[in-house]
């Protein structure tokens, strides 16, 4: 509810809209107040989630690629990882964020096709793709955004497909994601 939000790190009261840090090792994201945020983002396992989100227009990612990455959806997210020495794929399930084996050199042929990819941040960027959708959405956005998909689809999963509510979320999501690229 509004105003109960507490920093992970200290326990201070914050906003609704607070920032977020990444724990590299236990992929776990933490609300963060701003002294926090401030203090602790230096730290080797932990580091602010990404800020930008960029919609990729022209996305090249054809059939025939999608499938050598063996992802059963039509949603995932794809994230350079230090920590896992490569690019990690998650999608979401009913149990949570489920990790696929990546295969890199699929991984190469995507970035080589858009180049925007090498440009992201490790482990706290995402490239985030939904071939749900028609016509299908690629973008780039901040890790903890990823995770908040994740969440509304195991909070909202029903049967065996998931249900309505979990497209109702899915589309939702989509729609709410506003292109906040910075100028580089």
Not at 15 to 44: F, N, T, Y
Not at 138 to 150: G, K, Q
Not at 172 to 179: G, H, I, S, V, Y
């Amino acid at each position: 509810a509004g105003g109960d939000a507490r920093c992970d790190l200290c326990g201070a009261r914050m906003s609704e809209d607070h920032r977020h840090l990444l724990d590299v090792h236990e992929r776990r994201i933490l609300c963060a107040c701003e002294p926090c945020c401030a203090m602790r983002s230096g730290e080797d396992d932990l580091r602010p989630t990404g800020t930008r989100t960029l919609r990729l227009e022209g996305f090249e990612l054809p059939d025939e690629l999608w499938a050598q990455f063996q992802i059963p959806i039509g949603l995932a997210f794809f994230f350079v990882s230090d920590v896992a020495d490569g690019v990690v794929a998650l999608y979401p399930s009913p149990a949570g964020a489920t990790e696929c084996e990546l295969y890199l050199a699929a991984w190469n042929e995507l970035v080589a096709a858009n180049p925007v990819l090498a440009e992201l941040e490790p482990e706290v960027e995402a490239l985030i793709v939904n071939r749900l959708a028609d016509p299908p959405v690629h973008a780039i956005v901040p890790i903890d955004r990823c995770y908040e998909l994740v969440g509304m689809i195991k909070a909202r999963w029903e049967g065996i497909s998931g249900g309505d509510a979990v497209e109702n979320a899915v589309e939702a999501f989509f729609a709410r994601l506003t292109d906040t690229r910075s100028a580089a």
